[in-house]
């Protein structure tokens, strides 16, 4: 067992200590098995201790035979050394460390052995009657004492006795003397003896519970603290069994840790050094019954007591003012103390609900003043706002010059709604209380009538679509069983009676459609075809207000709200008289401001660069791909109405020195620092995979900026079908490893494009780089066919390499 021990004790997740070799730190002396020692013998424990105590060991386990965990004990109290616990074996069970326990001669235990902890199989305390013996612990130890003078049997001596009865057992249930017949039916024992229920596992030992004893201070009687045997409580032992020194009956309680200091201890039993007497214990006693000691052996006097030991009584007049301090002072510190948390709570609450407010309010909808038509069209714009100017007039006139909060206007009754939210379960209801949780967001006011929320009787539909301002149809399908799209709103009974309800009575009707194929996303021809006669307008493109096209995450859904929101107040002022534009909308979140959906928003830090060098390189192989820097040049240059191309020698952009810049020169293309890949049905080209491979080999740190093609047309393809198309080499030199940002249709192109512009801007990270290692490595076995020897890539490696190493290092 002992050998075993630090592996156990590391396999269990506690540190072990070490020694200058990285093994556990054991330390061994000479066994002694006798009660009796020399002071040479004691000097050498504390030899041994010494390293352990270097080593900060805060838990001792101590391998020990009686005399050596005496010796132990006295090593640790002259040492001065006291851990959080020490563990003995086979020391604290021998009955005669008990005369040790009360003896006066030097060498002797007295209270050295207190706190000291020991695992033990059993005790002559426990309940429970042997089935084979017939025995309870008791009568057992009661027997072997008439055989043996007087002596108290270790548990050795049960155990051998409860493996003779299972021997016994074995034999009259084998019906054998036969060595393969009594072993098989000991492998299959299961007896319940005075000693522990007996099992053996595949080893052939038996599977014992252990028990915990304790000596704890001021008493000589053993204490069982934990892990009884099978339930089985401490039964007090008779009077003629109690051990010889006179030593008390045992008990089950709670195991005192860690132990304290030696000072501690001393300090304990300055005034009481010998055995306590029944009914003290040693909180009592110390310090005169006045304090507790500390850990440095000092009484901590409590009731004003003074002196070393609090043996001094307090003074009159201290009682006095005592008495004051506890009758006046306190009581009265206690009203006021619960005042002044009672005003805290209530001062936060009010905070926080202020503040609460605030970001409720933070998050609304802002619209610019509205102007009067002029001659010139005028542009929807949607900016995102540096900074959000608080008014106090919410309903500001078309002539205030401040940004005013999206309200909605005040309701006459509780049963009104301003939206009503018309969708499918099948198909629609998630996106549905997506839709409504948005608009209760950044419209301050707003009630949205959704079914799951406020229907009661599908049987008043039509009652609930008088009472709402504006019914919003959400428009989601489905494939049928030949894989066909098919409109599940307008396959539904009751979509089609919300439907019919708000043309009929002339409701303004806003549509949003889901454009995820993976949840409900078909062609919008596909409602159209199904529709109502007079809801057709609304899909085909005749109607004045768009079709809003759902999406799902991030900027996009925002420009999904926004495009709500401005249909709502569009039709809400379609009454209203003198104002003849809608104000401009915008989302005042200071967290999106990287995201904004205007390119011409907010003014972009451009990465430095040398004389030669370039932003962004774009592939005259990657169809499309040049339109689409043309066309984010052309709005970083006029806000959206001008025109722009790549400017492959000159800056081009914002104005200098915040110009992105571009070349579509395949010389210039290791001078640049982003790679601008567009994904789509004409990717495929062996010339743009012959660049990939030059770019990745010669180039580690070009960050590879992928943009995925999804606007309506036949450029458009899935990702997937990128993928399969790509060689295997470049797939696995990760070009897709960053996400590719979508290509979609206005108005929805302006947040790709915002999106697209940040990475195009953005300084590779050392990270990046260094991810590039393998992928050159592997790149390096491959003929990349441009011209590209092995020796070349490997020396491309290498240079980053060394260069990578500089940075760090350097």
Known sequence: MCSLGAGVTQEAGVPVALNSSGLPLITTVAPAFSVGISQEYIDDIKEALQPLRDEGVTLLVGCTYLGTGKGLMLALQQLGW?????????????????????????????WAAEYTVEPMVWHPSLSGRGTWSNLTSIEFTRQFQRANGGELVSYIGAAAFAASCSLADAIERAGSLETDEVAAALNSATLFEFFSNLTYNKDGQADEDMMVLQFQPGRVDETVVAGVANGRTVENLPIDLRHA?????????????????WEQRACERRLHPGVLKAGENIEEIQCSGHGHCDMDGVCVCTGGYRGVDCEDEPEEEDRHARRLILTTVLPAACVVALLALALFFLNRRARRRAAKLDALESAYARCMPATRRSDKATRRSVVIADSVVRVTNLQATA?????????????????????????????????ARAIKSALLERVKGIRVFLDVDDLADTSRLEEHVRNCSVVLVFLSGSSDLVGAPVSDYMRSPNCLRELRAAIELEKPIIVVTETDMRHGGVPLATHARQAPEGFRPLLDGTHRRLVVRWHRVGAFRLMSVLQIIEQFLEVGRSGAEGEEVSPAVYLPDRLLLARSPLPAGPTLDMPPLSAGEYHVYVSRENAGAPDLVALLQSHLNSGGTGEGGIASAAPRGLGAPAALRVTDDPRQMLRATHFLLLLGSRTTTPALFGELRTALANHPRLSIVLAHEQREGPAAAAFDQVIAGTPSDLTQAGIFHDLAV????????????????????????????????????????????VGSSTSLLRRAYYRTASEHSASIFG
Do not use: C, N, Y
């Not at 616990?85 to 006066?104: C, F, K, N, P």
């Not at 020194?245 to 200091?261: A, D, H, I, K, R």
């Not at 205030?400 to 209801?429: M, Y």
């Open 82 to 110: 006291a851990p959080l616990a020490v563990v003995t074996t086979a020391t604290l069970s021998e009955g005669r460390i008990h005369a040790e326990l009360r003896s006066t001669a030097p060498l002797a235990l007295s």
């Open 399 to 431: 002539e205030s010059a401040a940004d005013t909060i999206v309200e909605a206007p005040p309701l006459a009754t509780a049963d009104e709604r301003h939206v009503f939210l018309s969708h499918v379960w099948s198909s629609g209801q998630d996106q």
């Open 742 to 785: 979508p290509i979609l249709d206005a108005p929805h192109l302006k947040v790709s494009l915002r999106l697209l512009l940040h990475k195009l801007v953005s300084v590779p990270s050392v990270a990046h780089t260094a991810s590039r290692f393998g992928e050159l490595s592997m790149l390096s076995r491959v003929d990349s066919g």
């Open 245 to 261: 020194s006179g030593g008390g009956e045992p008990s089950l309680g709670p195991m005192l840790f860690p132990q304290p200091t």
